[in-house]
């Protein structure tokens, strides 16, 4: 079951939290980082990202940045910009994009949920990643940067959010992307009571969709703070260090969109080769005049740029029962690693190789063109693989093959902040 507990949040000033709320601190590059907090003054971005204060060459990585963020965040705090709650509560966060809506349960989950397996992932972590995470919360003493997490929808939850969404909310206000953000605070005990209840006692496994290092990374600093408090450190349960901060969402609300391939260096291979290997496991047509977009799993969509000319591409049901005991190995990204871009184009290792490029969904079709042009390569568009998919492969305790999911939207950093 998964365990949950109400914070005492930090958060923005209602007149500010458009100023301070801000995408996660990974999708941005250090130049896009930069620019952003350049223009964005009050953004939490540069507390998220607090190199941007430095020079740029300097070490990300150096004690003196991570000091800044908390320097930072201090500064803030000072100048009026978040407040404190005075009593533990939970929030309803509510996101809309293109009208479609998903709500969300922002609340602490117990880190012995992460370690026991209750909270499942189904992505590998870097190490490097995590660390510069862990020096993050441990400079600041809190975790800024909430866990995208969903879990099986529950009829008793969704009653009792949809009468908390009646209520005036906390703040309302659209991003610059257009996407609606809203929060509702709720601080009545017997509502927070039966909330953490249901998740303890019908709710069996939550699953992290997006923020598998931010998740990785708070656990190890919960680790370490436990190591110095000593023997109490585990066994204190009321100790927010022992509690990261997520956002939990039923899967019937969430979107996964595509997440697509584009090969930049075709090792010589003409087009007639390629479509000649791509023969042996995939019935091949041409689609025109522009990029196919698939319409079910096991369909993809092909531009091969020395000819110009577009393909639809639907997977062999063979290759399907060849891996029907394997949720891995059966879903489609594994299917295109394994028939096209090892088999076809030798990139045997898409986390390192640089002649494969990933590009999410959310940027469009026409750029998997324009970069396929650019390279001289072959762009793919895949179909988006299912939340059910996405729970079968972390049930069974198995990883997905790197960038098989894009969610969309976004949660914004800086909105909730969960202090130890």
């Known amino acids: 079951m998964v365990h949950i507990k109400s914070f005492k949040a930090l958060r923005p000033v209602e007149k500010y939290v458009r100023d301070v709320a801000a995408l996660p601190y990974d999708v941005y590059d250090e130049d896009e980082a930069r620019r952003e907090a350049a223009s964005h003054p009050r953004s939490f971005l540069r507390i998220d990202r607090p190199e941007t204060a430095f020079p740029e060459g300097c070490d ?17 705090i000072k100048k009026g910009i978040y407040i404190r709650e005075e009593e533990p509560c939970l929030y309803l966060y509510a996101l809309t994009m293109n009208g479609r809506t998903q709500t969300g349960l922002a609340a602490c989950v117990s880190v012995d949920d992460y370690l026991n397996g209750n909270v499942k992932k189904h992505e590998n972590t870097v190490r490097e990643k995590e660390e510069d995470r862990v020096r993050h919360i441990t400079a600041l003493n809190a975790q800024t940067g909430p866990i995208f997490l969903t879990y099986r929808k529950n009829d008793r939850l969704k009653d009792i959010f949809s009468n908390e969404r009646k209520k005036k909310p906390l703040y309302s206000f659209i991003s610059e992307d257009g996407i609606e953000h ?16 249901i998740f303890s006692e019908e709710i069996s496994s939550a699953y992290i969709a997006d923020g598998h290092h931010r998740a990785a990374s708070a656990v190890r600093a919960s680790l370490k703070r436990r190591e110095a408090e000593g023997p109490t450190g585990e066994t204190d349960t009321s ?22 391939r584009v090969v930049r260096d075709k090792g010589g291979l003409s087009d007639k080769e390629i479509l000649a290997g791509l023969s042996e496991s995939f019935e091949i047509s041409e689609s025109c005049p522009e990029l196919w977009r698939p319409e079910k799993k096991g369909d993809i969509g092909m531009y091969l740029s020395d000819s110009g000319k577009y393909y639809r591409l639907s997977i062999k049901g063979c290759e399907y029962e060849k891996r029907s005991a394997d949720p891995v190995a059966r879903l489609d990204a594994s299917l295109l690693q394994e028939l096209v871009l090892s088999r076809i184009f030798t990139i045997n290792d898409p986390r390192t190789d640089k002649r494969v490029e990933f590009v999410g969904g959310i940027k469009g079709d026409k750029i998997l063109k324009e970069k396929a042009d650019l390279y001289g390569g072959v762009a793919f568009l895949m179909y988006p693989t299912s939340i059910s998919e996405l729970m079968d492969v972390a049930d069974a305790g198995l990883l997905m093959p790197p960038k098989s999911t894009w969610f969309e939207p976004k949660l914004r950093s800086g909105l909730l902040i969960h202090e130890f």
């Open 182 to 197: 809203e929060l509702w605070r709720i601080s009545d005990a017997e509502t927070i009571g039966e909330i953490t209840g």
């Open 239 to 260: 100790a927010e260090y022992n509690y990261f901060l997520s956002v939990l969402f039923p899967d019937d609300e969430l979107k996964i969109l595509d997440y697509n």
């Open 60 to 76: 990300m990585y150096a004690k003196e940045v991570y000091d800044k963020a908390a320097e930072l965040l201090s500064e803030d």
